[in-house]
């Protein structure tokens, strides 16, 4: 539909690349990838919008921008494997699909689960993998990852996902309660690098029962 091509368009134009955001890759994942679908029907006329949109169960779908951002800061590889914390409505985890080999998307809310593994399997996702679960403890069984993606909020990092990282791997991470930041961090062989970049409002990441 050619409204929501242009509107893509402009989202990336304006929103994206005028915020500093050159990553090729990145941008045209963007264009390409059709955000509406992944937007409640109520609000589809907000899929294109400079804010975060609620998806129900107390979620939203991350800003353009923000989404961008932490895409473009994992410098990504068509041979990495990716493992997402916060599925979500699935926007991300297809914008990492686009990029890379693998992604292993972890999401805590039953109903966006399965809602999001539907939709992405729907659209012709053939490289992603699904676990409804907590994600502090990551996903062991595939472990290591060569990048990190995590699009909700503990109050601190979780060692098991630093640990489930290759050397030399990256992860952004939000971190934070009501004040956060968002982080990159590069694991090293003896250490791990953490550079603060902007200050950003997630929903918190949920500790399983």
């Known amino acids: 539909m050619q409204k929501w091509t242009e509107k893509r368009k402009e989202m990336v134009e304006q929103q994206i690349q005028a915020r500093g955001i050159s990553d090729k890759k990145v941008l045209e994942a963007l264009l390409k990838i059709e955000r509406h679908i992944f937007i409640p029907e109520g609000s589809l006329e907000e899929a294109y919008e400079d804010y975060p949109v609620p998806i129900g169960c107390g979620q939203t779908v991350s800003q353009p921008y923000i989404v961008a951002l932490m895409t473009e800061l994992l410098q990504l590889s068509k041979n990495d494997r990716v493992l997402?914390?916060?599925?979500?409505?699935?926007?991300?985890?297809?914008?990492?699909?686009?990029?890379?080999?693998?992604?292993?998307?972890?999401?805590?809310?039953?109903?966006?689960?399965?809602?999001?593994?539907?939709?992405?399997?729907?659209?012709?996702?053939?490289?992603?993998?699904?676990?409804?679960?907590?994600?502090h403890a990551g996903w062991k069984e595939h472990a290591p990852y060569?990048?990190?993606?995590?699009?909700?909020?503990?109050?601190?990092?979780?060692?098991?996902?630093?640990?489930?990282?290759?050397?030399?791997?990256?992860?952004?991470?939000?971190?934070?309660?009501?004040?956060?930041?968002?982080?990159?961090l590069e694991k090293q062989e003896h250490r791990v690098i953490t550079k603060e970049t902007i200050g950003v409002r997630f929903v918190p990441m949920v500790k399983g029962k």
């Open 84 to 135: 997402e914390i916060g599925t979500g409505a699935g926007y991300q985890t297809a914008v990492l699909a686009s990029l890379v080999k693998e992604v292993f998307t972890m999401e805590i809310i039953p109903e966006l689960a399965s809602s999001a593994e539907k939709r992405l399997k729907e659209y012709g996702y053939h490289n992603i993998f699904f676990r409804c679960c907590d994600g």
């Open 146 to 184: 060569e990048k990190i993606c995590v699009t909700a909020a503990p109050a601190e990092i979780p060692s098991s996902l630093v640990e489930q990282l290759v050397v030399g791997g990256k992860m952004v991470i939000p971190i934070g309660t009501w004040t956060q930041e968002l982080l990159l």
